[in-house]
DNA sequence: TTAGATGCAAATAGTTTGCATTTGT
DNA sequence: ACAAATGCAAACTATTTGCATCTAA
């Protein structure tokens, strides 16, 4: 399996040492194609949807190892057993989560740059992503009624 | 069951609409006594611990009301099927995660205040909490060889 | 008094495992 | 060639559900 065309997730996978198979380099199609923010559950289904003879336990093993390569991170939406995997573009994401609704809103800049920076410098680590989650409520819920509505 | 001390959070739970039982009374106590970081097992075990006849279901349900009212948020420190719950004290929590040794370095200040504000005015919102992860080595893995030490 | 919360135990669902086989490099 | 990764299916574990009972307000 030599492509020619190399997307930079998966060059990252390679450039790590790890092997670029047919199975991961799906998952990663299954990440991309749904748009940033997937519960463990659609990404089964699309995987399987993609190539129904990947296994289950590939994929597992394939979001484990993204995140620890900071491809991807778990994170909860909706309290819920099933984690959303959100994908982190440039090692970074950021989200407003709405308690009531539980609707994503999501924004581009954080400002976080000299903080990462000064993190760095004052205890010694070498950070390489981070994720922001705001928790509150968006705009329809604010001027709600404060019924429970989920 | 009528205490002369409430704690803020136990007040925060009433200030809400819901009933200060003894059940979800346990289970803040277990989070508040484990240090601000705590799996759902450990949780459940400390719970257990204080008070044996208090059931699994309800020690979920009261993390799920928690989540909501944004007195703690689950995360992933290290990928399993378990989330940690972290306390969030003033509706925010930061933290740095080594994605190698799965070391949690909690850090106070981020500032965020005025990004906060920005976003409230900007999109209508109306924010009451933030998490904010950082990942990557901490200063003993960035100097350990490139290894796989879990 | 009574809506809301609980405990139980069974049902679900999500994730991991061990291992023989296959595959990327 | 061979270490690494896979697929399978069974084993596990965590979480949720339904319901009769209890309890905080």
Known sequence: ???????PRAQRLRDSGHKLTHARLTVLDALEGGGGHMT????LEQVEALDATIGRASVFRALDLFTRLSIVRPTYIHSSVTPTY?????GHHHHIICTQCSRVIEFEDCGLGSLT???EDRLGVRLTGH????YGLCADCR?????DQD
């Open 86 to 90: 959100v994908l982190m573009p440039d």
């Open 131 to 134: 994720l922001l989650e705001f």
């Open 1 to 7: 399996m030599s492509e020619d065309h190399i997307s």
């Open 143 to 147: 001027d709600a009624p404060p019924e």
């Open 40 to 43: 463990s559950t659609e990404i």
């Open 117 to 119: 920076q000064t993190l």
